[in-house]
Nanobody
């Protein structure tokens, strides 16, 4: 089992940047596929980006491709999401997720961090 805590959200103007962090507990962080999802009120949680256990492969939603970068530092038990060229439609509650088998249906979630992009 892994516990996750997100941080780094905030208010930013359109075109700006933010870096989200997700700190994981335990010594087996590198056993998990990791992912970022986001959710806005009244909508389902949607996939943003995922990374394999080794960190060699990543995948992005089309809406963020070329603007967001997912990365992990297993020595620090931390997952990152670098978000550049932010748009108002990126406004959402961002969650990190972890799963030993895949990144598209995590079993473990953090509590979320709010990102608000003003126009």
């Amino acid at each position: 089992q892994v516990q996750l805590v997100e941080s780094g959200g905030g208010l930013v103007q359109a075109g700006g940047s933010l870096r989200l962090s997700c700190a994981g507990s335990g010594r087996t962080f590198n056993n998990y596929y990791m992912a970022w999802f986001r959710q806005t009120p009244g909508k389902e949680r949607e996939f943003v980006a995922g990374i394999t256990r080794s960190g060699e492969s990543t995948r992005y939603a089309d809406s963020v491709k070329g603007r967001f970068t997912i990365s992990r530092d297993d020595a620090k038990n931390t997952l990152y999401l670098q978000m550049n060229s932010l748009k108002p439609e990126d406004t959402a509650l961002y969650y990190c997720g972890a799963d030993p088998n895949n990144w598209w249906r995590p079993n473990y979630w953090g509590q979320g961090t709010q990102v608000t992009v003003s126009s």
